[in-house]
């Protein structure tokens, strides 16, 4: 890194430190923000990590606190001058303001849909009935449940590394993950299929970052103000909104997503977003169209809209891991009894993930290998705690030859239109092996 010019504006005159947490996706995230920022402010910039309690305890995630106690540390730490910006993944920022700190920039937007990691370069089209398919969001449950498939969802958590390597291990026949953040790992030659928005809503804000800062701190704030892309915070700012005024957390099963709109000289916006029971018996999808410089009031009335078909409760429908998701037969890994587990890594990528698992318990996989995970992914206390599957991150094996990731199509333009479709009551395949479904997370 080049010490072009220390100081500048205000600050200590020192380097810029940006907060990160340890795990590899939040250091490749950190990593390409300060880079960004030492190119277009001339500052240097140094990471700083963050030890967290989520880092450090070994005890379930979801015992202390959730995934809010990544967000919580690093924000304690801009709080104390301990460092000065902290990046986040958007979509698991709490939609609660938080005091004395501000959103600095949203950068612009990485892809935000989901995709498959399937075996053999396995597609969703190709994954037979009963096929086991890997995901701890409710929300990419109850929305793959509603596919109507025959899929076995099964709830698994851990960083990209630890769910890739359910596929890899042979245990899953693939999982369900966010585009941008293997895009971000630079392993998105792993996926084998794209999720299409149609059938599947990416969590509120997936795919975008948020730099935040100190409220007082104007050096900061103009430092990264150059990162800011304006279309990416309306379309973030619409989606969280209605995630807002739903009164839905992180893991709800609820998704959305705001893309331009086809219009006269730009400026539209279109929301789509969808609400759905996790067992995906019932699934409530909506749109809106509206000035971008609208954008939270596009996603408030799309919230109201939504509330009004029905969405209350199937949001609080999104809370017990166990019940819902377990009951309509979601299965697990390692043969574990419905409605187990598999909590590995609650790292990066664990954020939304881990939906409401408090009533849950983590059931243990079957202990495997010693918790050494890879020398990239340092392992969190917290995935030691749970005996981790083999983990092999960057092992190719899943894709065979002639299978070409095919990610990389950007969104589908303006796909639907300002239509609504309240109440597609989709029941979930029962089959005899009662799990069948697959989810999207948040
Ligand atoms: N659930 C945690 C999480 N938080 C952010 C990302 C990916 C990056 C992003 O969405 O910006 C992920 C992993 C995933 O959902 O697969």
Redesign the pocket.
Known sequence: MTAAEVGGAGAAGGPLRLGTRRSP?ARAQSEMVAERLRATSGRAVVLVEVTTQGDVDRAPLRQIGGTGVFVAALREALLEGRVDLAVH????LPTAPAPGLVLAAVPPR?DPRDVLVGAGGAGLGDLPVGARVGTG?PRRAAQLRALGLGLDVVDVRGN?DTRVGFVTSGRLDAVV??S??LR?LGRHDEVTDVLDVDQVLP?PA????ALECRADDDATAQACAALDDPAARAATTAERALLAALEAGCSAPVGALARPAAGEGGGLLELVAVVAATDGSRVLRRSVRGDEAEAAELGRRLAAELLADGAADLVADGAPAGSAAAGAGGGSLGGLPAGGALDVAPD??????HGGAAAAPPVEPPPTRPPVDTPVAPVLPDEAGTPPLPIHPSSPALRPAGTPPPGSQPPPGGTSSTRRTPGTAQTPPADARGSSSQES??
């Not at 993944?89 to 698991?92: I, T």
């Not at 997936?206 to 970052?209: I, K, N, S, T």
């Open positions: 996706l993944s958007f979509k698991d990485e969001s990209v993950l966010a941008a953040g971000r969590a997936q795919g975008a970052l990066a990528v664990a954020g939304p993930d997370e948040a």
